[in-house]
T-cell receptor, first 114, second 112 residues
């Protein structure tokens, strides 16, 4: 297991199109998190899963955003009707219940909406 | 709702110790302090965490004041590859877990 994997690494899309990103967490981690990071800012929390249950969503996650983790393993983040303001790095992280060692982050998916 | 404050930027000479301060005056008794760093275009990387005692690992040392209102991350012999944004974080409780709330961090530049 080489860590948290995110695909694609880069995505360029036209405004109004839908995009989907995938995150494969570390296999023994039951918790999965999505963050968004815009230029010059720290990562902002979007949502969190424990196994397949989505337990927390930020108010940043508008109706156009949806995240799933259907079998408690990989997760997808979909953005519908993309807007230029959605351009950002989307980061996924995972952790294990009871661990105090924080999260392990993936390298992110950089989305550019043109 | 980040619970920490850090200087925006710092410089350090290669080979010297880099000391990065962080204030977390509202930290609660059972909350850990975490440090992550982010090198350009990569995801944040865990460095170290602590509760009350000073901690050391292969990457860094963490010194927490006795009142726990501030801490310092020490990179003992900084190299050019340590140039990054360093985030000091206190976790925030949420349903079933705790989340990392990032501030703007300290941009550390190691100079040759």
């Amino acid at each position: 297991d080489t860590g948290v994997s995110q695909n694609p690494r880069h995505k360029i899309t036209k405004r109004g199109q839908n995009v989907t990103f995938r995150c494969d967490p570390i296999s023994e981690h039951n918790r999965l998190y999505w963050y968004r990071q815009t230029l010059g800012q720290g990562p902002e929390f979007l949502t969190y899963f424990q196994n397949e249950a989505q337990l927390e969503k930020s108010r940043l996650l508008s109706d156009r955003f949806s995240a799933e983790r259907p079998k408690g393993s990989f997760s997808t983040l979909e953005i519908q009707r993309t807007e230029q303001g959605d351009s950002a790095m989307y980061l996924c992280a995972s952790s294990a219940t009871g661990s105090n060692y924080g999260y392990t982050f993936g390298s992110g998916t950089r989305l550019t909406v043109v | 709702d980040a619970k920490t404050t850090q200087p925006t930027s710092m410089d350090c000479a290669e080979g010297r110790a880099a000391n990065l301060p962080c204030n977390h005056s509202t930290i609660s008794g059972n909350e850990y302090v975490y440090w992550y760093r982010q090198i350009h275009s990569q995801g944040p990387q865990y460095i170290i965490h602590g509760l009350k005692n000073n901690e050391t690992n292969e990457m860094a040392s963490l010194i927490i004041t006795e009142d726990r209102k501030s801490s310092t991350l020490i990179l003992p012999h900084a190299t050019l590859r340590d140039t990054a944004v360093y985030y000091c974080i206190v976790r925030v409780a949420m349903r079933g877990a705790q989340k990392l709330v990032f501030g703007q961090g300290t941009r550390l530049t190691i100079n040759p």
